[in-house]
């Protein structure tokens, strides 16, 4: 069975840097687009950044010029490098991925971790 699973989350200060990793494990042919969404406390859940499996990368206008998004393909890992963290980045963070298994392509979701930035 196809996963994902992620790390790296946690208390930052205001200012701080955060750097989450999100991999894929099981029986698949490819990973596709990975993306990392967050959801906030009684907000919608929002897309943070994308890479493609060439490497073009997106990123939502709140968190460009702070988060940057990249991948191992040979891992099947995507990371978020978080610099400059606010406040308002507290969220819990899922990674996101198109995945080609022996059968189907399918979308699948990790867990989620929180991120919280307090001082």
């Known amino acids: 069975q196809v996963q994902l699973v992620e790390s790296g989350g946690g208390l930052v200060q205001p200012g701080g840097s955060l750097r989450l990793s999100c991999a894929a494990s099981?029986?698949?042919?490819?990973?596709?687009?990975m993306r990392w969404y967050r959801q906030a406390p009684g907000k919608q859940r929002e897309l943070v950044a994308a890479?493609?499996?060439?490497?073009?990368?997106n990123h939502a206008d709140s968190v460009k010029g702070r988060f940057t998004i990249s991948r191992d393909n040979a891992k099947k890992t995507v990371y978020l490098q978080m610099i400059s963290l606010k406040p308002e980045d507290t969220a819990v963070y899922y990674c996101?991925?198109?995945?080609?298994?022996?059968?189907?392509?399918?979308?699948?979701w990790g867990q989620g971790t929180q991120v919280t930035v307090s001082s």
């Open positions: 996101n991925a198109d995945i080609q298994t022996g059968y189907s392509h399918v979308n699948i």
């Open positions: 890479i493609t499996s060439t490497g073009t990368t």
């Open positions: 099981g029986s698949m042919f490819s990973v596709y687009t």
